[in-house]
């Protein structure tokens, strides 16, 4: 079956976040764009074209609607204002065979950041993260439901909750 854009996401953590600190979702990920690149070294011979592998290079470019105080999107505007790495993973939510998801790992650096500030819509941020070597596949452990679930909320009983009723001296 089709991957689904749906079911990507992007976690980020500044690089001097402490150990056992939680990677970030940067809220309101609406795209998600992750581009691996390689030169090629291409000669003429005599006897034919010769085609070899070059360098290669990766970037993820994620666009998200910006939401005042969500802690992803600050630790990403932090590293780009303070010239520092960010760690990013890109995940796959659905579970694969061994109960993980699939994921890749890297370091980047912040290109460029961007607001699109339309009369008529939301904020929109966009930016592009240039990935520092290349990035690492790999598995994590299945991510908690309030991070896959980062919009949704629970059912509630009628008058499970609200304003507390005033009390009276």
Do not use: C
């Not at 992750?34 to 010769?50: A, H, N, P, V």
């Not at 694969?96 to 819509?121: C, Q, T, W």
């Amino acid at each position: 079956m089709p991957q689904s854009g749906k079911n990507i996401i992007y976690l980020v953590q500044a690089v001097n976040s402490t150990v056992g600190s939680d990677a970030l979702v940067p809220g309101f990920q609406t795209e998600g764009t992750w581009t691996r690149e390689k030169e090629l070294t291409d000669e003429q011979t005599k006897s034919g074209r010769i085609v070899a592998p070059g360098n290669k290079s990766e970037s993820i470019e994620l666009t998200l609607f910006a939401e005042d105080g969500d802690a992803g999107q600050k630790a990403i505007d932090d590293a780009y204002d303070n010239d520092q790495d960010i760690k990013v993973w890109r995940i796959n939510t659905n579970l694969n065979a061994n109960g993980k998801h699939d994921a890749r790992f890297a370091y980047a650096v912040i290109e460029n950041l961007e607001m699109s500030e339309p009369s008529d819509s939301f904020v929109e941020m966009s930016t592009s993260l240039q990935i520092k070597g290349v990035s690492q596949k790999g598995e994590i452990d299945p991510l908690p439901p309030e991070v896959l679930e980062i919009a949704q909320y629970d059912f509630e009983q009628p008058g499970e909750t609200g304003t507390p009723a005033a009390t009276t001296p």
